[in-house]
């Protein structure tokens, strides 16, 4: 089944920090660039990060720039995103989502980062 | 960053015809087009269309997407309950290297 399924998520203080996954299934996660997407609550999408297919490029955000990392482990099928310095406004459903050719086009059902003292 | 235009809200009947749009620039949408996404309270967003006018299997050919320059446009033909949902559009931006969002629109089935 071709799916995408995150993991990680949970409530954090301000300032600390936080590494949330994504693990994919019934494809090749090697051919595809990978995207994490998030959701304030009660807010529109915002496209947080995208990188390659291979990991050789990365592309950020601006409200995530220095803060946030997106990785990838080609071996294991699995997408990470490490949030650092996390603040109030990071808070949010994240998701997965793959992109083909500049369409995100399969998506995972989402993991919630609450960041709370 | 800046992102894509859409409507805040659209309300159509029950069976009529709604069209959603989504305006961009040369840079993103007028480049590749867009990318249309359903989504329901509470549940992750849904592909819709992607590369202008693909729908992915099981998709209902009451959803058709089409671009004219930099405007994106999803039409929903037969409007149903179930439309009742927040459409979102999505391009790839060529100049920032990043996905652009709309801020979606809410349709409601009177």
């Known amino acids: 089944q071709v799916q995408l399924v995150e993991s990680g998520g949970g409530v954090v203080q301000p300032g600390r920090s936080l590494r949330i996954s994504c693990a994919a299934s019934g494809f090749i996660f090697s051919n595809y660039g990978m995207n994490w997407v998030r959701q304030a609550p009660g807010k529109g999408l915002e496209w947080v990060a995208l990188i390659w297919y291979d990991g050789t490029n990365e592309y950020y955000a601006d409200s995530v720039k220095g803060r946030f990392t997106i990785s990838r482990d080609n071996s294991k099928n699995t997408l990470y995103l490490q949030m650092n310095s996390l603040r109030d406004e990071d808070t949010a459903v994240y998701y997965c989502?793959?992109?083909?050719?500049?369409?995100?086009?399969?998506w995972g059902q989402g993991t919630l980062v609450t960041v709370s003292s | 960053q800046a992102g894509l235009t859409q409507p805040p809200s659209v309300s159509k009947g029950l069976r009529q015809t709604a069209t959603l749009t989504c305006i961009g620039n040369n840079n993103n949408v007028g480049n590749k087009g867009a990318t249309w996404l359903q989504q329901h309270q509470g549940h992750p967003p849904k592909l819709l269309s992607y590369r202008n006018n693909n729908r992915p299997s099981g998709i209902s050919e009451r959803f058709s997407a089409s671009r004219s320059g930099n405007t994106a446009s999803l039409t929903i033909t037969g409007l149903q309950p179930e439309d009742e949902a927040d459409y979102y559009c999505?391009?790839?931006?060529?100049?920032?290297?990043?996905?652009?969002f709309g801020g979606g629109t809410k349709l409601t089935v009177l």
């Open positions: 999505s391009a790839w931006d060529s100049s920032l290297s990043t996905v652009v």
């Open positions: 989502a793959r992109e083909e050719a500049g369409d995100l086009t399969l």
